[in-house]
């Protein structure tokens, strides 16, 4: 049963999978129907008699049981990219909390085998260092400007966001060679004291809004970001060091950020844990860009196998 509210049409002679394709599609809704809808926001209705004339298109059985076949495989093939997806990032969130210790312990739950030594409680400058690079020569300028992505790292700022958002000089912006470690202050979905990331690409340069960090010898630098990548491992670390600003900016110098302390292996466990999170981020990646392609295609199709 369903409420009064609802309008029930049931199909004569045709395949009900292949219209419910139909009446999903984009040409369909705001094309068809949109001259009997009525009504404001949320107080839209369909005018069901006005619907009734709709001339809608039509083929023989045998042609919509393939179309409507069709985007079930499709629908299928999606369904099983998505529970991938979903799995992977399950088992990512879970590995970033039980393969560092917490708790004040010096041990992780889960670790690679060959690997017993206790973790190092040591503050973070202890591994990485100020960058004072800036870009006074002129050697980048606004196509080489970066920013920091909560999802995607370090990105270009024109390849990610359209357009550049540098001042009219970007003399003063601080350099970000590959490798380098940037912190940025501003609050980001559910990293209140920002996000810290590893430039995994070219290099460029960045607002001074930002800090910029060198890795030592003693430190893998893509552990720097795995390690930080737990919101709640960010954010407690963070917290006792910033002080937030009227407008909810991040009152802390590059050096201060440095004074925490942080809990990490030796540099050779480091790496192992680093590439895998690395395969796994690659998997992740792999399954969204087939979810995104299947989701393109199905929505082509929708719109041209229709009349």
Known sequence: ????????????????????????????IDVDLKPHVYGIRDGRSIDIEGMKTIFIPWTNLAEQHQIGAFFDRLDSLITLHQRKYDKLCVLKKSMLDKMFPKGGSLYP????????????????????????????DGRFNKEDVLSVSGEYGIVNQIAFQGRSFAGSSVLNYGVVNTGDIV??????NSNPYGIIKVNKGIPGIVSTLYAV????????????QVYFEQHERMNNYMHPLVNKGAKNDMKVTAENALKGVVTFPSREEQVIISEFFDRLDSLITLHQRKLELLRNIKKSMLDRMFV
């Not at 912190?183 to 980001?188: A, G, I, R, V």
């Open 1 to 28: 049963m369903v409420s009064p509210a609802y309008h029930i049409f049931q199909g004569k002679n045709v395949d009900s999978n292949f219209y419910y394709l139909y009446f999903r599609s984009k040409r369909f």
């Open 109 to 136: 739950e889960i670790r690679f085998a060959g690997f017993t030594d206790p973790w190092e409680q040591r503050k973070l400058e202890d591994y990485v260092a100020v960058s004072t690079a800036k870009n006074f």
């Open 183 to 188: 912190y940025t202050k501003s609050p980001l």
């Open 213 to 224: 960090y060198r890795p030592q010898d003693n430190v893998h630098t893509n552990f720097i």
